[in-house]
């Protein structure tokens, strides 16, 4: 495998994601309990390796998951918006007994990992119980798109997997559409206009074309923004509820 620092993935104006420095490529899907909330992620295949490739990021290419040239004759608009802050300049904290929350709403793929068991918060707010601590615990380590991360108050620890430099491809079953580009191990990624995103654990970029946060996923490969607005309330994700 190619060193850490030549991985990197390029974001061009209006076009395709291309990596190089041998990053791996992996597909895996969410799996879902008999509840129907995602427990975990399995995997599918590992793509033959390469040195350099391109990764449509419109949603339109006939060769997904690599880039056709199909955004060209489609137009495709991929202005990126996302902020430019560092994730702790952003974050909203939430605090229980023994375990602290910081969130990123703007980074949340959807993939519903924080909804078991009542939810990441219903389990934070009693982490002096060791079930709803260790469950709290799992619900952000699996979180894809690094939205979530908790940390121990006692050692002011994040729990973070090591993960290895990848990019693994998720395939959502439960909403029968393919998911974002998940972004493991602290890849570089560079924007179109030459400056570096924040480089961190874990995140997801989009890769239907829709997002209204690129090149983050923000959902919309299978939430319209009707849907996204209910998501939120139903699960009591306003900012205000959440400080």
């Not at 489609?74 to 974050?91: I, L, Q, R, W």
């Not at 620890?157 to 029968?176: G, N």
Request: positive net charge.
């Amino acid at each position: 495998m190619a060193e850490k620092d030549k991985m990197k993935i390029k974001i061009t104006k209006n076009g395709p994601y291309i990596v190089t420095g041998g990053v791996p490529l992996y597909e895996q899907k969410l799996i879902t309990d008999e509840a129907g909330h995602t427990r975990e992620l399995q995997d599918i295949r590992q793509f033959p390796p390469q040195e350099n490739y391109t990764l449509c990021r419109c949603g339109q290419s006939k060769k997904k998951p690599y880039c056709d040239g199909t955004h060209t004759a489609a137009g495709f608009d991929g202005t990126e918006n996302a902020s430019k802050k560092t994730y702790m300049e952003k974050a909203d904290i939430f605090e229980g007994p023994e375990l602290k929350l910081t969130d990123v709403y703007e980074f949340c793929d959807h993939s519903r990992f924080c909804l078991r068991a009542g939810g990441i918060r219903e389990n934070i707010k009693k982490s002096n119980d060791p079930e709803a601590r260790q469950t709290a615990i799992e619900e952000a380590m699996v979180c894809p798109s690094g939205r979530l991360v908790l940390w121990d108050k006692k050692t002011g620890q994040a729990f973070e997997k090591e993960y290895e430099p990848s990019i693994v491809l998720i395939h959502d079953p439960q909403k029968s559409c393919e998911g974002p580009i998940w972004v493991r191990g602290g890849v570089n990624i560079e924007s179109a206009d030459g400056t570096v995103y924040e480089i961190r654990n874990r995140v997801t970029l989009c890769r239907c074309g829709k997002s209204e946060n690129k090149p983050y996923c923000d959902g919309s490969h299978w939430m319209n923004a009707k849907q996204k607005l209910k998501f939120r309330k139903k699960w009591g994700l306003d900012e205000k509820k959440e400080e």
